[in-house]
């Protein structure tokens, strides 16, 4: 029986996010303000659970948000490919406006109906929440107590989350996180299934208008 504790973190803010990109598997780092929001959310982390481990999507925007954590707990950050975003294909690096103007069809099954676009190359929701939902279940598995923490991103975080506590993977009640925020899940006391605490939780900052505005 594990008693450890899950949280599950989005990663800060990036540039691409303030332009509204389509991000997925681009390599982007956090924006000022995302190192900000990183630091702040570590912060406040190890003031509510007692970490004992940090594993990461290999990403740099992921990479770089661990690593405030890492500092603040002294503890090393393990990276895991499967934490990575949905990639979405030929829609990266463009923005939304760009994507609805030439796939209009698509981008309204993609935005309107949580769909997988077709004729882009973009990944299945689902292979994305399986490949997360499995690398948590892998990395958790060595945790006997505390909390372990998962770096990773909105729409594979979202989905991964979803399946863990047994939804279908398209299940669209759980939206993408607010930058640097984070799921709470913890075993039922038959240690049958994850129950979740909290979704899209933040420090305090949060709740100011300075975690939207880019200093």
Avoid: C
Wanted: proline content about 4%.
């Amino acid at each position: 029986m594990t008693t450890a504790k899950l949280v599950l973190w989005r990663h800060g803010v990036t540039q691409f996010n303030v332009e509204q990109r389509m991000q997925g598997s681009v390599d982007v780092g956090l924006n000022d303000q995302g190192h900000w929001q990183a630091q702040r959310s570590a912060e406040h982390l190890v003031t509510q659970f007692r970490v004992t481990a940090i594993v990461s999507s290999d990403l740099l925007r992921a990479r770089e948000t661990a690593r405030y954590l890492s500092d603040a707990t002294g503890l090393p950050v393990t990276t895991d490919e499967r934490l990575r975003e949905r990639n979405f294909g030929a829609w990266e690096g463009m923005t939304r406006a760009e994507i609805a103007e030439q796939w209009p069809e698509q981008f309204r099954i993609w935005w309107e109906q949580g769909g997988t676009p077709q004729g882009v190359d973009a990944e299945d929701r689902t292979s994305v929440a399986h490949r997360y939902a499995q690398a948590v279940t892998e990395h958790v598995a060595t945790v006997n107590d505390g909390t372990l923490v998962v770096v990773s991103h909105g729409t594979a975080t979202g989905a991964g989350t979803g399946l863990l506590l047994g939804a279908e993977p398209t299940w669209p009640a759980l939206i993408s996180m607010r930058n640097a925020h984070w799921a709470h899940l913890f075993r039922d006391r038959a240690d049958t299934r994850w129950l979740m605490h909290g979704y899209n939780l933040g420090p305090p900052e949060a709740l100011t208008p300075a975690w939207d505005t880019p200093s």
